[in-house]
């Protein structure tokens, strides 16, 4: 797998990394979170990107690399989620850190987010700073900002963080222009998530949840063409090669459609004319569609 910067922070990270949100729940077991994540390394998808409220992501990814930490890039979020400490304060930040480094079994993180707060919360309410502490201890290594709008525009030119992590796919094109470029032109990462736009081309019909519910209205409504690409082939080359992204996230509890997603990283970019024709579906039908957060 292809090594890349992450921005100026001085982290390499792989192309395709691994969006634990799928490990969370009940439908999955250590056993296969053991096996997914051994395959994961063994295929060069070193980063690992989980959150407070992926369920049991955190706690069992730790357990998953105990023994192989050396050979991973840790990624989490916080600002919430803490017993006793109010929601998206400065302590709740500090101790979200430290939770975050019990429940990963490790002594430092690769990427603390704060997981997608407004622009006022990061302007006024003493977390940003307090991550920069929790960095600055030699916690964190890099203090990133995943979220959309405004305030992940605030975040790019703030200075505080390293890296941002935003929605990037061919059904969610709104920020390669905008918060994407400014990053890139900053010299801060970018990782990429919902890099397959979280597979609409799965349901026969309209899925119920809101946001599978926008992905399917927007793949509905861009009438991309796949040519003898297989979706998911057309979706993580378009997102993982785009200008300013170091590495995109594929979600998924499954190891062969991890295998599938770095086979298709590894294959390059689309062919320019592909890669064209995804971006010119996006100005009209996309005009006014956001980031999905
Ligand atoms: N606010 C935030 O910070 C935020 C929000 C969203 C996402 N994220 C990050 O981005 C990661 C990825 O986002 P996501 O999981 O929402 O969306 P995604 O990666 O775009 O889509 C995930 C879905 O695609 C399916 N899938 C994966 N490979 C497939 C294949 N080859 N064929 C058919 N289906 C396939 C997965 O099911 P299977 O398990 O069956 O493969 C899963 O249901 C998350 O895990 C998280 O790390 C962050």
Redesign the pocket.
Same mark, same amino acid.
């Given at each position: 797998m292809q090594l890349r910067p992450l921005g100026a922070t001085g982290l390499r990270v792989p192309a395709l990394g691994l +969006? /634990? +949100?799928?490990i969370g729940g009940p439908e999955v077991d250590q056993a296969s979170v053991d096996r997914l994540v051994g395959r994961a390394l063994d295929l060069g998808v070193t980063l690992f990107?989980? !959150?407070r409220s992926y369920g049991l992501s955190e706690e069992r990814l730790g357990r998953a690399l105990q023994g192989r930490r050396e050979g991973a890039l840790l990624s989490t979020?916080v600002g919430y989620g803490v017993e006793g400490l109010a929601d998206w304060t400065g302590p709740c930040v500090e101790a979200g850190v430290d939770a975050a480094l019990r429940r990963l079994r490790t002594d430092r993180l690769d990427l603390v987010?704060l $997981?997608?707060c407004g622009r006022e919360v990061l302007e006024g309410s003493g977390v940003v700073e307090a991550l920069g502490r929790a960095a600055a201890a030699g916690k964190v290594r890099v203090a990133a900002y995943? +979220?959309e709008g405004e305030a992940l525009s605030w975040a790019v030119r703030s200075g505080a963080f390293g890296a941002v992590?935003c929605s990037v796919?061919a059904v969610d094109q709104e920020e390669l222009d905008g918060a994407v470029a400014t990053a890139r032109a900053r010299g801060l990462g970018v990782l990429a998530?919902?890099? %397959? +736009?979280? /597979?609409p081309w799965?349901f026969s019909s309209r899925p119920p949840e809101p946001d599978l519910a926008e992905a399917w209205d927007r793949f509905a409504a861009l009438g991309l063409e796949r040519g003898e690409l297989e979706w998911?082939e057309l979706f993580l080359r378009f997102a993982a090669h785009a200008p300013g992204v170091c590495v995109a %996230?594929?979600?998924? !509890?499954?190891p062969d $459609?991890l295998a !599938? /997603?770095a086979r298709a990283v590894e294959a390059g970019p689309l062919e320019a004319v592909r890669a064209a024709a995804v971006r010119a579906a996006w100005p009209g039908p996309g005009a006014g569609w956001g980031g999905r957060?």
């Open positions: +969006g /634990a +949100g799928r990107d989980t !959150a979020k987010h $997981h997608s995943s +979220g992590q796919s998530k919902r890099a %397959l +736009g979280n /597979a799965r998911p %996230l594929v979600g998924t !509890a499954s $459609h !599938a /997603a957060v």
